[in-house]
C-alpha cells in the first residue's frame, strides 16, 4: 500500500474511533442491546415462571355447601392451592383483595343442579393491579384447575350412565396429536407452542441490523460533509495524493470500522440467540428438546457476518456517494433521512410476514434492496435455508462495486467541490 494512502486510511480510521457516535452507535451499541435483551428475556421469563407458580392461594365464597362444591375444593387442595374461605357477598369483598387475587363464588344449587342433569357456573373474580405476566398466569392457573376439575366430574358422570364404557372414549373419540418436523426431525411440540420460540429468535435481529445500517450511513455521509463545512476538504485535495486515494482511504477507514460492527453484530446475535434458547426451554421442557434443532449452525453465523458486513459495506458505498453531493453536515443528514426508507422496508416486511407470501413485484421489490439479506440471514438461522442468503452477498458486491463507481466519478471531478445539494432553508430576499 502506497503511504500516502496508508496514511490516509490510518487517519480516518483513528477519525471514525474518536466520534463517539461511531464508537458507541455501531460497535458498542449492537454488542451490548442483544446480549441485555436475550439476559432480561432469560431472567425475567425465569423470575415470572418462578413467581407464578408458586404458592398459590384463592379466596372462595361456597353458597352452595353441597358435596360436589366440597369436592371441588378438595381438588384445589390436591393441587397445592391454598383455599381461604369467606362469607359475604362477593361485591363486598373484591375491594380488599390485592393484585393477582383470585376470588371464586360457588353460588347455591351447584350440587343440585349438576346431580340433576342441569347447568350449574361458578364465577371467578380475578383481581387485576398492575397487568403482569405474574397475574395473567394466576389467573390462568385457577381456571386451568376448574377445567380439569370439569372434566374429571363429567368422566364420573358418564361413568356411571355408562358403565362398563372408557368415558374417555366417549368423550373425546379423537385425538389429537402434534409432530412438528425441525429439519427432518419430529419433535413432539404443536404449533402454537413453537411459534413463540421462532417468533423471539427472528424478531429483533432485523431492527438491530437496519439501525446499525442507518447510523454507519449517517457517519459516511457526514465524513466527506464535514470537510466540506471545515474547509478542509480543499486542503485535503492539494496534497500530493491521487483523488482516488483519498476516497479510498475514507471508504478503507469505514470498512474497518464496518469490520469491528460486524463482529459485534455476530458475537451478540449469538449471546441473544443462546439465552432465548435457554429461556425457552425452561418455560417447556420439549420446546427445550427442540431447541437443539432450532440452534443454528456455525455456518449460519458465517453467513450472517458477511451478509451484516456487505450491507454495512453496500450502506457505505451510498453514504460516501451522496456525501459527495452534500454542502454541508446538515444536507448529508437530510439525504441520508430520505434513504432509511429503503433501509427499514425489509425489516418491517419479514417481522410482519413472509416475503414469499408477497405479491410478485413487491418480492421482486425487496430483492433489490441490498439491505434485505442481512434480515433474511438472520432468519436463515433457524430454517438453515442460506440460498438466498449467498445470492444476496454476490448481488451485494456488484451493487457496492456500482455504488462505488458513481462515488469515484463523482471524486475525480469538480464536482465534489461545486455540489450544492442544501436543505437549508433559502433567505428571503
Known amino acids: 500500500m502506497p503511504s500516502g494512502l496508508r496514511l490516509l486510511v490510518v487517519k480516518e480510521i483513528k477519525d471514525l474511533l474518536r466520534d463517539p457516535k461511531i464508537l458507541v452507535g455501531i460497535i458498542i451499541f449492537p454488542a451490548l442491546l442483544l446480549p441485555l435483551m436475550g439476559a432480561a428475556i432469560s431472567v425475567s421469563t425465569g423470575s415470572t415462571i418462578e413467581k407464578a407458580y408458586g404458592n398459590l392461594s384463592i379466596y372462595v365464597v361456597d353458597d352452595d355447601g353441597g358435596p360436589l362444591s ?3 375444593l378438595d381438588y384445589f387442595g390436591a393441587n397445592y392451592v391454598e383455599v381461604k374461605e369467606v362469607s359475604g357477598p362477593p361485591e363486598s369483598i373484591l375491594g ?5 387475587d383470585v376470588l371464586l363464588h360457588i353460588p347455591a344449587g351447584f350440587s343440585s343442579n349438576i346431580t340433576g342433569g342441569n347447568w350449574s357456573e361458578v364465577v371467578m373474580y380475578i383481581n387485576f393491579k398492575d397487568f403482569s405476566m405474574v397475574e395473567f398466569i394466576k389467573s390462568g392457573r385457577v381456571d386451568q384447575i376448574i377445567s380439569s376439575f370439569k372434566s374429571e366430574l363429567v368422566r364420573h358422570l358418564v361413568s356411571e350412565e355408562a358403565p362398563g364404557r372408557d368415558p374417555n372414549a366417549l368423550l373425546n373419540p379423537i385425538r389429537q396429536d402434534y409432530q412438528s418436523v425441525i429439519k427432518g426431525e419430529a419433535f413432539r411440540i404443536s404449533p402454537a407452542a413453537l411459534q413463540g420460540t421462532v417468533q423471539m429468535q427472528t424478531l429483533m435481529g432485523p431492527i438491530v441490523i437496519m439501525l446499525v445500517l442507518i447510523l454507519a450511513m449517517q457517519i459516511a455521509a457526514t465524513s466527506i460533509a464535514i470537510e466540506k463545512e471545515a474547509k478542509t476538504l480543499e486542503t485535503l485535495l ?3 495524493v491521487s483523488r482516488m486515494s483519498i476516497l479510498f482511504g475514507k471508504l478503507a ?4 470500522v464496518a469490520l469491528l460492527a460486524t463482529v459485534a453484530n455476530v458475537l451478540a446475535f449469538t449471546y441473544y ?3 432465548v434458547l435457554g429461556s425457552a426451554g425452561a418455560a417447556a421442557g420439549d420446546i427445550g ?17 458477511l451478509s451484516i458486513f456487505g450491507a454495512l459495506i453496500s450502506a457505505l458505498a451510498i453514504a460516501l456517494t451522496l456525501g459527495t453531493l452534500a454542502q454541508d453536515v446538515r444536507g448529508a443528514q437530510s439525504i441520508i433521512g430520505i434513504v432509511i426508507v429503503p433501509v427499514f422496508l425489509p425489516a418491517i416486511f419479514l417481522m410482519m410476514g413472509d416475503l414469499s407470501a408477497l405479491p410478485q413485484a413487491m418480492q421482486v421489490a425487496l430483492y433489490l434492496i441490498p439491505f434485505t439479506y442481512p434480515a433474511l440471514a438472520s432468519q436463515a438461522l433457524i430454517t438453515g435455508n442460506y440460498g438466498m442468503s449467498l445470492i444476496g452477498l454476490v448481488y451485494m458486491a456488484f451493487f457496492t462495486l456500482a455504488m462505488l463507481y458513481i462515488a469515484a466519478k463523482i471524486f475525480s471531478s469538480e464536482r465534489i467541490m461545486t455540489a450544492r445539494i442544501s436543505f437549508k432553508a433559502k433567505k428571503a430576499e
Open 70 to 72: 366440597q369436592a371441588l
Open 96 to 100: 380488599g383483595l390485592s393484585g393477582g
Open 238 to 240: 492539494t496534497v500530493p
Open 253 to 256: 477507514g469505514s470498512v474497518t
Open 273 to 275: 440467540i443462546g439465552a
Open 289 to 305: 428438546q427442540a431447541g437443539l434443532k432450532l440452534a443454528p449452525a456455525p455456518e449460519g453465523y458465517l453467513i450472517l457476518g
